[in-house]
């Protein structure tokens, strides 16, 4: 492995966990007027509508408050009570609830030391905010690891698109091909996009929801698994195939069985 690039949200940073109990507390905190349980599950309905859409999802993603906002701004009026300040309020309480819970999975820093024990370039590549995702790195202070970061909402352009692994491997000085590693919990950004310039994907598949022809793992780096894999839009599976795959997390010993062979426990090569 000449290079790796990492992806931030649920792949290093545990992003998605938690969400639910966010908009709930955030709900009875600064809405009470409104019936709670009406309430929560039209946010979920709305969420799901307002992230499903590929451009819109694109679009908003740069500024996440807004998003949020937008998001309760549909649900109240879904609700029959549309409220644009209730749904500012309702977004920043669940901005802020949403600060408090968000971590490093457990093994992602001992891998990251290891990595950088080993004097292996790393790049860290993430769509989003990019005033989120540089409080993200701050707070779990993972700068000290990554030798490039390059961020969405800081470039202009994000995951799939080339320009984004182009502008981290330039700032890593080393050219594109299947020894650089783009890896990542979404099959579309970090390992179809990647693979489109050359390099090779590795899918952290943290729910064990399995893919049809990808190498996953089971308990151990590199063993077989073919369950059909499903997500909601925009997380459509297009041009994943033949990626390696971390199952349930990803760390440091596992990484290592990787980078010291280019083949699955099966045998059978790991293709970009």
Not at 45 to 53: G, I, K, L, M
Not at 180 to 209: E, N, P, Y
Request: aromatic content about 6%.
């Amino acid at each position: 492995m000449r290079a790796l690039l990492l992806d931030l949200d649920d792949t290093l940073l545990d992003y998605s966990g938690g969400a639910e109990q966010c908009w709930t507390e955030a709900c009875a905190a600064v809405a009470r007027s409104v019936e709670q349980t009406r309430l929560v599950a039209t946010l979920a309905e709305a969420r799901r509508w307002f992230w499903s859409d590929p451009a819109r999802h694109r679009r908003e993603r740069t500024n996440m408050l807004r998003a949020w906002t937008r998001i309760a701004a549909r649900a109240l009026e879904d609700c029959g009570c549309p409220d644009a300040d209730l749904a500012a309020a309702i977004a920043a309480d669940f901005a802020v609830r949403r600060r408090r819970t968000m971590a490093l999975f457990p093994e992602a820093r001992a891998c990251l030391e290891m990595l950088r024990g080993r004097g292996l370039p790393l790049g860290l590549v993430t769509n989003g905010d990019a005033r989120e995702q540089r409080w993200k790195i701050e707070r779990c202070d993972l700068a000290r690891f990554f030798d490039a970061i390059v961020i969405e909402g800081e470039l202009g352009a994000g995951k799939p698109d080339a320009v984004v692994y182009e502008t981290a491997l330039h700032a890593l000085g080393v050219p594109a091909g299947p020894d650089v590693w783009m890896v990542g919990d979404h099959l579309d950004f970090d390992v179809a996009g990647a693979q489109h310039v050359g390099l090779r994907g590795v899918w952290v598949d943290r729910r064990r929801r399995g893919a049809t022809n990808v190498w996953g793992v089971g308990g151990h780096f590199g063993a077989p698994h073919d369950a059909n894999h499903s997500r909601e839009a925009p997380r459509r599976r297009r041009g994943a195939t033949n990626v390696w795959g971390v199952g349930g997390h990803f760390g440091a010993p596992m990484l290592t069985k990787a980078t010291r062979s280019g083949r699955s426990r099966s045998g059978a090569a790991a293709s970009p």
